[in-house]
């Protein structure tokens, strides 16, 4: 179905080849896994795929890279739609339309199709992909999980052979995401679909794809069955790492597999939940409500949080976690009740006062970014925020070293967006540090220093409020943790507590050892296990 030849790829001015003389094939109804650590070129190699690259970037192409027996050479992108669909990081970024329906059937209008053809085409997709509740809704009220699946659904309205998928869940609670995930599972077993994946939540999806593409952002590209490319590289959901750990035999891909291999052995006593410690209150949420229009996101929601907290919202996308991180980030005057951070109002508070007091990194990071390149943007930061030249600098490097200082942040990729945005808030050292959806697009490497640098931060006394569906990080990081459901508490306690007690937002090791109370690869590895075989 697609087949590289000889296949480079470099950027301009750049001192590294994202490919070099790439050659294998995908098969059709091929489910394929694109991983990378972030800004290794995964999404590069998607371009390639659909001849983005080099039709409409500066990369320079050498190779020949053929799908359905056309070549991305010499046709465009638009020329490869019957053949070929795309659905992007941002579902909502690629909407033409207002209405899902609508949204669904322009593929077919812009390319001049009969109105019965597209009425038909129409009313499959939205059966096979179960939209019939939502197929008059405005898109903008569509929850992540259902914009995904809108996305899906005007990708396939024009019967491609290939569809390519760039993180599909990495904005998706873990219910929507399995909800997805089902989809492109069902299209490709049921319908015969060819589809390429890229994702940063292996746990998520190792399990049932057939091959796996490594992207090692030197030219190098590692490619075999998930167990074959668990075993060679450090990029490693936690069932992999714990497998390792313990030198089993075999890896497991799944949480059934590391089931089965450790139901005989022998534990120490299970973890207690830690009591967790009031210490001085510094946010106080009284009575809040907010509304969009005739839609309530959060109803009379009463909160405190205080200082040196880690404190996680979780819950279903369009659950009002946003909401309620942008009315303590003050960004959001549409409600009514009361916020107090450090007994001010966060929405009266203008300029440095602000930006010392609450650090806020939204979901769509690009939002904070006006400068050219990422050295300017962060020379900026420095600038506007009176602070030592190179201090948002030596912060950025801590998070990532891959990030082109000559790029324009908006042409970085979306992980490493992220990674800027936080520097950039990180740099001011703020009390409050206000994170929504902080690990979107970042890989495992990324997440680990990330983790130790928020550790840090609230041992030395700044409150960490987050809104993550990353259960992992959530588990490593988080000593409280809030679940939301339609604007309200339904949960609020130790992390611990509440992650082991819920199935849908319990991480891996909870997963498989449901009776010991373990979160973490590090409580598994600090308990005294016996009895293990590693050949099992």
């Not at 909502?92 to 019965?116: C, H, Q, R, S, Y």
């Not at 602070?387 to 790029?407: E, H, M």
């Not at 809104?467 to 939301?484: G, Q, T, Y």
Request: charged share 20%; aromatic share 4%; with cysteine.
């Amino acid at each position: 179905m697609i087949t590289f030849s000889n296949v480079s790829l470099i950027y301009p001015n750049s001192r590294k080849t994202i490919l070099e003389n790439l050659t294998f094939t995908v098969d059709e109804s091929e489910l394929i896994l694109v991983i990378g650590l972030t800004g290794a070129g995964k999404s590069s190699f998607m371009k390639l795929i659909n001849g983005v690259i080099p039709h409409h970037t500066s990369g320079i192409l050498s190779g020949e890279i053929i799908v359905d027996g056309k070549t991305t050479n010499l046709l465009k992108p638009g020329e490869l739609s019957g053949v070929i669909g795309i659905v992007g990081q941002n579902p909502l970024n690629g909407f033409v339309t207002n209405k899902v329906e609508d949204e669904i059937a322009f593929g077919l209008e812009t390319n001049g199709f009969a109105p019965e053809v597209m009425r038909k085409r129409v009313e499959e997709l939205i059966d096979l992909l179960s939209l019939q509740s939502i197929r008059n809704r405005n898109l903008n009220s569509l929850s992540g999980g259902e914009q995904q699946r809108v996305a899906i659904a005007s990708a396939l309205v024009m019967n491609p052979k290939v569809l390519v998928l760039d993180e599909p869940t990495s904005a998706l609670d873990p219910i929507a995401a399995e909800e997805v995930l089902a989809i492109i599972n069902k299209l490709v077993h049921d319908l015969g679909l060819t589809v390429i994946m890229a994702e940063h939540k292996l746990e998520r999806v190792i399990h049932f794809v057939d091959r796996i593409v490594l992207v090692n952002g030197d030219g190098k590209v590692d490619i075999g069955t998930p167990a074959e490319v668990m075993s060679r590289t450090s990029i490693n959901p936690p069932i992999v790492k714990i497998a390792k750990k313990l030198n089993l035999k075999s890896i497991p891909l799944s949480v059934r597999d590391l089931k089965r291999v450790s139901m005989n052995w022998k534990f120490k006593v299970p973890i207690k939940s830690e009591v967790i410690q009031h210490n001085k209150q510094v946010i106080e949420v009284k009575n809040l409500e907010v509304s969009y229009q005739l839609v309530k996101a959060i109803s009379g929601l009463n909160l405190q949080i205080h200082a040196g907290e880690i404190v996680a919202l979780m819950g279903r996308n369009g659950a009002g976690k946003s909401s309620l991180l942008r009315a303590i980030a003050g960004a959001n005057n549409n409600h009514s009740g009361t916020v107090k951070v450090l007994d001010k109002n966060p929405a009266l508070l203008v300029g440095s006062q602000l930006v010392r007091l609450i650090g806020y990194v939204p979901q769509e990071p690009a939002d904070l970014f006006y400068g050219t390149s990422v050295a300017k943007e962060c020379q900026s930061a420095d600038q506007d925020n009176q602070l030592a030249a190179g201090t948002t600098q030596k912060i950025l490097r801590q998070l990532s070293t891959g990030i082109d200082n000559a790029l324009h942040p908006r042409d970085i990729s979306e992980g490493q967006k992220l990674i800027l945005a936080i520097a950039i808030v990180l740099a001011t050292d703020p009390k409050i540090l206000i994170l929504d959806e902080p690990t979107r697009g970042l890989d495992y490497q990324a997440k680990e220093v990330l983790v130790e640098i928020l550790s840090k931060l609230a041992k030395s006394g700044t409150t960490i409020i987050m809104a993550s569906h990353d259960v992992e990080l959530v588990a490593e990081v988080a000593s409280r943790v809030i679940v939301m459901a339609e604007g309200e508490l339904i949960a609020d306690g130790d992390t611990r507590s509440v992650l082991t007690s819920s199935p849908a937002f319990a991480p891996q090791m909870a997963k498989v050892f449901t009776k010991q109370n373990w979160l973490t690869v590090n409580d598994v590895i600090s308990a005294d296990i016996g009895d293990i075989n590693p050949d099992a």
